[in-house]
C-alpha cells in the first residue's frame, strides 16, 4: 500500500526530459513507484488528471536565516510551491557567533534577523535550533563570509592579519565540517566591501575538500558588472570549486540591453574551458535590499552606529550627499524609483510603499536629505525596493541554460503590514505563468528543470529535485493554465493562483492557497 497516490499525472520529472503521464505512488515520506498504479493500493488517492505534477521548488537563493524561525509555517515560501531553501545569502548568514562581537553581528543582520536572539555560536547550534522550532520546508545553509570577518576582526576597514586569516579560515571549516553547503560573499555590504578577492580565495580553498561550492552577491552589477564576473570566476579557478553568480543582473539605464552580452558570453567561455560557473536570477526588474547601501563604502566602517554618527556629523553628511549625488548621476538613478518597504518605528511606518521622491515632497525636503535623515531616525535599519533593470536583460539572462531561479527572498507570513518585495512570494509561479506560458522562452520542462533539478544538483541534494523512485516526496500539484504570481509590488503578501497542493517529505503542507500548518520540513546538513 502507498500512503499516497497520485493518479493520471502529467508529470514533469525536473531532469529537462519531456512530461509523460504516469501515476506517482509514495510511502513514508519517498515516492516509491512511477507508472501504472491500481487505485485500491493507495490510502490517500489524489485524482491528478488535467494537472502538474513536479518536483517541490527549490530556491537557491534564500533569506530565511532568521524569518524561519519567527514564520516556521515559512507561508510566502509554501503557497507559492517551494519545498527547499537554501539560505546563507550575500556573506549574511547567522554564525559564527563570538561573545566579544555579537552585537556586531546582530547589527549587521538587523534589517533580516526578526528580533530573533543569536544564542548559539557556529552552524551546529544554529541547525538545532531550526530543527527544535520545526520548519514547514527542508533547510539548508551556506557560511557568509560577512559573518565570518566580523566574528574574526569586525568592521575593520583594511586586509587581515595572517592571524586573523587563518581564523577566518578555521570559521570556514568548522562550518563546512557542521554541514553547511559553502561560502558567500556580499560584497556591497560592509565589512565584504572592505575585503580583496585574494582573501575570499583563501577561504574557498578550505571548500574543495568538502564538495563545496561559492556564491557571490557581486562587487558591481553596473558599470564594472564585468570586472565582477570575472572576479567570480578567478575564484573558482584559483580554489578548485564550483562558482555562482547570485541574481545576475545588468543595472544602470546606460548599461542596459548590452552589457548583459558581454558577461554571459563570458560566462559561456568559462564554461567551455571547463569552469563550473553557474547563474540565479528572480524574475522582476526591482531589487531589494537596505536603503543605507546607497551610502558610499567608506560610510560603513566601524558598523551601523559609526555609520549613522558619521550622517549625523554635518561636514562629513555634507560629503557622504556630494559622492551619492556623483553616484545617482553617473548611473541615471532616480529616487522615485526606489520605495521603502518596512521600517522598525511606527512614527515612520507612514512612508512604507511610498518612493523617496514622494516622501521627500510631502515633507519639503530635498530627496538625498530625507533618504539621509530616515536611514538616521532608523537607525540605519531601513529596508528598501528599486527599480534598476530592464525586461529585456531578465529574459536575455534567463533563457541560458546555466541559469537558476533564486527568489533572494525569504520566509514571511501573509498577514504583515510591511511592504516587501513580491518576489517573496511569487518568484516560482511567475516564471512559470509568465517567462514560459506567456513570453514562451522556454518549454515547462525546462522551467521546471531551472527551479527543481538544476539547484539541487548545484546545491548537492541527491536525493531531491527530481520525480524518480527513491526520492523524497517534495511535490507541487499545479494547474499550468491557471498558475499565477498573484503578488504583486502593492499587495505582494498574497497565496499565488493554480497550485492545488504542496507536499513536503510527503506530507500535505498547503492545498488551494491555504497552508494546512504541517511542519514536515527538515534541517539538510551537507554529507548526511
Request: aromatic share 10%; net charge negative.
Amino acid at each position: 500500500m502507498f500512503d499516497l497516490l497520485f493518479k493520471n499525472a502529467k508529470v514533469v520529472d525536473g531532469t529537462n526530459s519531456p512530461w509523460y503521464i504516469a501515476d506517482v505512488g509514495v510511502a513514508d515520506g519517498k515516492i516509491a513507484k512511477i507508472g501504472k498504479i491500481c487505485e485500491s493500493e493507495g490510502t490517500k488517492v489524489v485524482d491528478a488528471k488535467g494537472y502538474v505534477l513536479s518536483p517541490g521548488f527549490i530556491d537557491s537563493h534564500s533569506h530565511s536565516d532568521f524569518g524561519i524561525l519567527r514564520h516556521k509555517l515559512n507561508e510566502s515560501r509554501i503557497l507559492q510551491g517551494i519545498t527547499t531553501e537554501l539560505a546563507g545569502d550575500c556573506g549574511m548568514s547567522p554564525m559564527p557567533v563570538t561573545p566579544e562581537r555579537r552585537a556586531l553581528l546582530e547589527k549587521y543582520v538587523g534589517f533580516l534577523d526578526e528580533g530573533i536572539e543569536l544564542d548559539w555560536t557556529d552552524a551546529a547550534g544554529y541547525f538545532d535550533k531550526v530543527e527544535k522550532n520545526g520548519t514547514s520546508v527542508n533547510f539548508a545553509m551556506m557560511v557568509g563570509h560577512g559573518a565570518i570577518r566580523i566574528a574574526a576582526m569586525g568592521f575593520d576597514d583594511r586586509e587581515p592579519t595572517p592571524e586573523e586569516l587563518d581564523k577566518m579560515r578555521e570559521y570556514t571549516k568548522q562550518s563546512m565540517e557542521q554541514g553547511c553547503f559553502g561560502l558567500t560573499t556580499g560584497f556591497i555590504y560592509p565589512p565584504g566591501c572592505f575585503s580583496k578577492n585574494d582573501e575570499v580565495i583563501e577561504l574557498c580553498k578550505e571548500l574543495a575538500p568538502y564538495g563545496g561550492f561559492y556564491k557571490s552577491h557581486m562587487r558591481y552589477e553596473g558599470d564594472k558588472v564585468m570586472e565582477s564576473v570575472e572576479d567570480t570566476v578567478e575564484v573558482g579557478i584559483q580554489a578548485g570549486i564550483p562558482v555562482q553568480v547570485v541574481h545576475h543582473k545588468i543595472t544602470g539605464r546606460k548599461n542596459w540591453k548590452y552589457k548583459g552580452y558581454a558577461t554571459l558570453a563570458f560566462i559561456e567561455r568559462a564554461r567551455e574551458r571547463g569552469i563550473d560557473v553557474t547563474v540565479d536570477q528572480y524574475p522582476y526588474t526591482a531589487s531589494a535590499t537596505t536603503l543605507t547601501s546607497t551610502l558610499p563604502q567608506w560610510a560603513h566602517e566601524g558598523g551601523l552606529e559609526k555609520m549613522v554618527e558619521r550622517l549625523k556629523d554635518a561636514e562629513t553628511r555634507k560629503k557622504i550627499t556630494q559622492e551619492m549625488r556623483e553616484y545617482f548621476e553617473s548611473d541615471m538613478r532616480v529616487w522615485s524609483d526606489v520605495f521603502i518597504t518596512s521600517v522598525p518605528s511606527e512614527k515612520n511606518a507612514w512612508v512604507k510603499g511610498k518612493n523617496i521622491q514622494e516622501i521627500a515632497d510631502k515633507l519639503g525636503k530635498d530627496p538625498f536629505d530625507a533618504a539621509i535623515d530616515l536611514m538616521i531616525e532608523e537607525d540605519g535599519t531601513v529596508r528598501q525596493l528599486s527599480f534598476g533593470m530592464c525586461e529585456e536583460d531578465i529574459e536575455m539572462i534567463m533563457k541560458k541554460p546555466f541559469t537558476m531561479i533564486g527568489s533572494d527572498g525569504g520566509a514571511q507570513p501573509l498577514d504583515t503590514n510591511d511592504v516587501p518585495h513580491p518576489r517573496n512570494y511569487g518568484t516560482f509561479p511567475r516564471v512559470i505563468s509568465h517567462y514560459c506560458r506567456e513570453r514562451k522562452l522556454f518549454s515547462l520542462e525546462t522551467a521546471i528543470h531551472k527551479m527543481t533539478g538544476f539547484p539541487a544538483a548545484r546545491i548537492g541534494l541527491a536525493d531531491r529535485g527530481v520525480i524518480k523512485t527513491g526520492m523524497w516526496a517534495d511535490l507541487v500539484l499545479f494547474d499550468f493554465d491557471k498558475i499565477k504570481d498573484t503578488p504583486s509590488f502593492t499587495k505582494p503578501n498574497a497565496a499565488c493562483e493554480g497550485i492545488k497542493q504542496v507536499y513536503v517529505n510527503g506530507v500535505l503542507t498547503a492545498e488551494d492557497g491555504v497552508h494546512t500548518g504541517a511542519l514536515a520540513g527538515k534541517m539538510l546538513r551537507r554529507g548526511q
